[in-house]
């Protein structure tokens, strides 16, 4: 049996979706485990390009069932149109856990007029797609549960029950409040497009499992945005680690094999927040040019960095990789000089520990400098092809991730990608 989890051990936008992808090629079931439609997975395949916010990346391999797990928030309307530009004979393997919570419109609207209250400085850099509102209501323990689609008059009775209270805090910012009868028309709308997409999952889950499948359990965003360990509040609102993935895939943690960080060779973030290997100067735009690097949700240009290497040692030890795999080493190509910084300047400390929110907006980065290999690195497709700098600043991140490295990958294709 394998069960793979792959984590985001940066901020997020690591390239998990490319990861993902290809180890879904021979998967049995690919759960999306936690998140919303808030951050996008770019997938590059013989179907084409693909920025997917919901449906699992594991969606192109035709004998894999897709699932949208317990700990996810789904917005049905993004579900349809991100289905609608996937080949129709790849739909049918797509399911959605009845315990994953619903995504209404009032949760869109309150995300994006909280955001709006808070100051420049302690803007979260929220996406507005609800995914906070949606889980704060899961917490409180007043959400709506995709299985409820399934039951119209005790989704009625649900809705009936809490929509004042919630028109209550739409009144308090001036915006559009909701009667029953519209909520329930988009709910069965919803219905009559997924019903037959929604399941009790974990039999299915299980079963694999007892049967020694290939599972991939497929995070959404990175550790330093996790809910507990990440930058706390610039964070989202769940748990992207692999503790997260045992606890909402219906997996125990023993059952999980593999534990597979992806990492960029370089950093980016998006959103409010320390970043504390962040460039503001040629270098920075140079990254984010050659990488693309604008969010696949939003279309927001990232902010770019060199490998925080004090963040990846966290990362590593608090979701206990197995392995690493390497993205985008070929943004690198045409450097003269590469940075990893290895170490934080914090009030005069030199420290390669990790500290919390705050400390992290004090703390200043301490470089190291690797000596750039200026070729060509895509058609590189072993790992001794690559130039010997490339091949020394591979081990580096190894080193740094206290972890062997699995995969480098050096393009979009599925083809461009080395495997160690």
Not at 65 to 88: C, H, W, Y
Not at 248 to 271: C, F, H, L, R
Not at 370 to 393: H, I, N, S, V
């Amino acid at each position: 049996m394998a069960v793979t989890s792959i984590i985001g051990a940066q901020w997020g936008d690591e390239g998990k979706g490319r990861i993902v992808d290809y180890l879904a090629t021979d998967a049995d079931v690919v759960i999306r485990y936690q998140g919303g439609d808030n951050a996008g997975h770019t997938v590059v395949n013989e179907y084409g390009k693909f920025a997917l916010h919901i449906i699992p990346s594991g969606i192109f391999n035709k004998k894999a069932t897709s699932i949208v797990g317990v700990g996810a928030v789904v917005n049905f309307d993004t579900m349809k149109q991100e289905l609608d530009g996937i080949p129709k004979e790849l739909h049918k393997n797509l399911l959605v856990d009845v315990r994953a919570h619903l995504i209404m419109p009032y949760h869109c609207l309150l995300d994006g007029a909280e955001e709006s209250k808070r100051s420049d400085h302690d803007k979260i850099g929220t996406t507005k797609r609800g995914i906070g509102p949606c889980y704060s209501d899961k917490a409180a323990r007043i959400g709506i549960r995709v299985g409820e689609l399934l039951d119209p008059a005790g989704l009625k009775a649900h809705i009936q029950n809490i929509l004042p209270k919630k028109n209550r805090e739409l009144e308090y910012y001036g915006l559009k409040t909701f009667t029953v009868d519209e909520l329930m028309d988009k709910c069965i709308a919803w219905k009559n497009m997924f019903g037959s997409h929604i399941a009790d999952t974990l039999p299915i889950v299980r079963k694999a499992v007892d049967a020694k499948k290939k599972i991939v359990l497929e995070g959404q965003l990175g550790i330093m945005r996790d809910l507990d360990w990440g930058i706390y509040p610039y964070t989202t609102s769940s748990n992207p680690t692999s503790g997260g993935a045992a606890n909402v895939s219906g997996i125990a943690p023993n059952a999980i094999t593999e534990i597979i960080g992806v990492a960029k060779a370089y950093s980016t973030s998006v959103g409010g927040g320390p970043f504390t290997a962040e460039l503001f100067d040629e270098d920075g735009k140079k990254l984010r040019e050659i990488g693309a690097e604008f969010g696949a949700t939003t279309g927001r240009p990232r902010r770019c960095g060199w490998l925080d290497a004090v963040a990846l040692d966290y990362s590593s030890y608090l979701n206990g990789f197995t392995s690493i795999a390497v993205t985008k080493l070929d943004v690198l190509d045409s450097f003269e000089e590469i940075k990893v910084c290895e170490a934080y300047d914090l009030n005069g400390k030199i420290t390669k520990y990790l500290p919390d929110t705050k400390g992290q907006e004090e703390a200043k980065p301490v470089f190291k400098t690797f000596k750039g290999w200026k070729t060509d690195t895509t058609g590189c497709r072993r790992f001794e092809d690559l130039p010997k700098e490339a091949q020394e600043y591979v081990k580096a991140i190894g080193e740094y991730a206290h972890c062997k490295v699995s995969y480098v990958s050096v393009g979009p294709e599925r083809d461009q990608i080395i495997i160690l």
